[in-house]
């Protein structure tokens, strides 16, 4: 699975990764330049964020799932029970 980005998203990624040459290198890049940088990161290192980012939400909604019980849980064949403890038995 490539890992895409918008056309907005990856307009504004290119223009962040020529900032960053200007201010941070001392030595500017082009657009072409930038814009095969951006697309070596998506492909080479994209996947480790995205799988990372998986497994983070994957942990979370299992996190959710095992609460899910508690939360939810009702007591079963607590029709008679009720009477019982109102003291309200029928003989």
Known sequence: MSIELSKEA???AITSIERYFREQMDEPIGNIAAGGLLSFFLEEIGPSIYNQAVADAQEKLQARV???????HEDEFQYWRKYERQGKGRK
């Not at 095992?66 to 939810?72: M, N, P, T």
């Open 66 to 72: 095992l609460e899910l019980d508690i939360e939810v």
């Open 10 to 12: 990856r307009k504004e």
